[in-house]
């Protein structure tokens, strides 16, 4: 096991609020008019530095549950460790 050290509060490496990184989509994206957006036969492409493909997994299942968006999906292709690019695919039905 290793060592953890101990941070000195002398010695914070301290920056303006506003220079704190953030990713494009945040908390409250309007997931249920992006989904409604996608025409059938067609998908919706995220790249991994505007959301995290486990965030749009969580918000289809919280529509499914609640009966919308049941003929959606969500897959993914690996770019990098830990990285994917996201598609949420609206089937064609044929």
Known sequence: MTDKKI???TN???????????????????WETIF???PQGQAA?????E????SIRAALKRFKEKGKFK???VTGRKV???KFISY?????GE
Do not use: C, W
């Not at 914070?12 to 309007?30: H, V």
């Not at 492409?45 to 530095?49: A, D, G, K, S």
């Not at 959301?51 to 486990?54: E, F, K, L, S």
């Open 51 to 54: 959301v995290n493909i486990g």
């Open 36 to 38: 409604a957006k996608i």
């Open 80 to 82: 990098a460790k830990n």
């Open 45 to 49: 492409r995220f790249q991994p530095e």
């Open 88 to 92: 949420v695919v609206n089937p064609s």
């Open 12 to 30: 914070l490496e301290l920056i303006p609020e506003n220079e704190i990184p953030t990713k494009k989509y945040q908390k409250g994206m309007p």
């Open 71 to 73: 003929h959606l999906y």
């Open 7 to 9: 941070i000195d509060p």
